[in-house]
C-alpha cells in the first residue's frame, strides 16, 4: 500500500479541508451573523383552573382558589429572556419605539399577573422592572423594560393568565440594533441554548462524515493491479530527442504505477529518429527468439524496406523554426525559408530584419525533426555543413555559416546565445526557452489547439511513432507500456507536453489520414 501516493494525499487533504471547512460554519453562524441576540424559552405553560382545556389530566391540591373570578380557565406561564449572542447588549441596543424594549403577546389569553424572578447573581436587573421604564402588561400584552444583558445572563417571568388555551402561540417581539429576537427550545426549563442552529447543525454534520468517508475509501482502497495489465522485466526506449520529455515521464509514471511487479524501463541516451530505428533493427537480427525488449520513436514514419519493424502511432507533434531575440521577425514566408536554407540569403536585412548575418543551426541527419523539417517545409535537404562551432566558417566558399548539432536542447540553446541564428525544435520546448522567439509559417503559428480544430494547415507537424521489432508478445513490458503511453496516463502526459495523442477523437482522424 502506498500511503503517500498523490490520491491518498488528496482523499487526506480534503478531509482536513472539510473539518476545517465545518468549524468556519460553526464560528460563521454563532459569531458573525448575529453578533447580539435575545433568545426567550417557554420553560412551562401549565393549566391551574379547573376550566382550563388542555390534553393533560393535572392534579392539584389547595393551591389556587380556582373559583375566585378568573380562574376557572387560568394557566400559568414561566418565560425564560436570555442574552445567548457574542456581544452584551446595553439599554441603547432596544429600537422598539416608547419606553419598552420588548413585548410579548399571549394569544388568546389575558394576563392576570406577573412575577419578575433573578438569579441573586443578577438581582440587580430587577430594577429595571418598573412602570416609568416601561414594564406592565394590559389584556394579552406584556411590556418589558430595555433590560441590560451580558453575555449568558437571563431574566425569567412567572405569568397567571387566564381564557384561551395551554399551548396557545406565545410570541416575544423587539428590534435590536445589530441584532434580533428569536425564539430557543429546550427540553427541561434550564437546558443551556443550542449553539447554532439545526440546518447548521446537519450541514455539519453531513459534511464532515462525507470527506472523512471519501478518505477512508481512497486511503483503504483495495491495491489491485491498475487495468494496463503491469508486468516485470526490463525495457529501453530510444531514438527522438524531441519526445524524449515525454517517455522520461511516462517511463517513470508506469515504475511507480507497477511498483509491485519491478519494472525497469531505461530511456536510452538519444540521439535521434533514424538512430532509433537503426538500433532497434540490428538489435532485432541479433536477438535470436522474438521481439527484443527495445522500444523506438520516431518523428515520422521508418525509412523504407524495414519490413521487420511494427508500429504504432502515438501522438501528432508539432514542430517551430526559432530565431534569436535579436531578429525581431515574426513571420515568414515557406518561399523564404527555402532560400535560407539554400543559403541564399546571408544577412537578416534582405529580408527586413536587422542587419545581422544569417547562422544556420540544424540538426545532425539522424534527426527525425530535421527530416520532418525537409520533407514539409523544404521539400529538399539542407545544404552542407560548413561550421563546428556555429560561429566561424570552416569552409570559406560556404554562401552561409550552417552547422549540425546532436540534440534538440543543443540546438535550442545555441540559438539564444549567437545573434542572427535560426534552428527549429519540438514547439512546446522551444516556447519555454529563453533568449528565442518561435517564427509563424505563411502567418500560421505552431499551435496544437488550432491543429485539433482543424482550423490550421501549419505544415511542420508530423505523427509521433513507436517502433518494435516484430509484434511484442501481448504478456510483454513493451507490449504493457505501449498500451500505457497510448490509452492510458501517457495521453495525459502526452498533452501536457504540448503533443496531441493519437487515441483522442480528434487524434484519431488526423493521425489516421495523410499529412498534407
Known sequence: MQWLSAENLV????????????????WYERRVPRRKRIGYRVQLDAPIGDGQRSSRTIRREGWFDTAAAGMTHASMVLLRIENDGSQAIGRDDYQSPGSHGLTVEFTERTILGVSVTQPSETSHLLEHFTQERGFGYQDGILRLPRVPLNRGAYYKLLVLLSGGRVGDEIQLSGDLSEGDVHRNRSATPDDKAPLFSRAARLITITLTLCVVALAVIVVAQDDSPPPIGCRSGTLTLTGSTAFAPVLREVAEKYEEDCADEEPRIEVDDLHGSTAGIRDLAAAGAEAENGSPPLVALSDGPKPSGLSELRETQVAVSVFALVVNEDVGLRNLSTADVRRLYRGEIANWNELG????????????????????????VLGRGEIAHSSVDCVHKDDPTAPVIRCELDSTEQVLETVAEIP????????????????????????????????????SSYPYREIEYAYTYGQPPTNSLASSFLTYLTREIGQVVIRTHGHLPCWTPAGMELCERPLP
Open 11 to 26: 482523499a487526506v487533504a480534503t478531509a482536513i479541508l472539510g473539518v476545517v471547512a465545518s468549524a468556519v460554519m460553526v
Open 420 to 455: 542572427g541564428a535560426i534552428g527549429y525544435s519540438e514547439h512546446a520546448r522551444a516556447s519555454r526557452a529563453k533568449g528565442l522567439h518561435r517564427l509563424n509559417l505563411d502567418g500560421e503559428a505552431p499551435s496544437v489547439d488550432a491543429i485539433e480544430r482543424g482550423t
Open 353 to 376: 530584419g536587422p542587419d545581422l548575418p544569417v547562422h544556420l543551426v540544424s540538426r545532425d541527419a539522424n534527426s527525425g525533426t530535421r527530416q520532418v523539417f525537409q520533407r514539409r
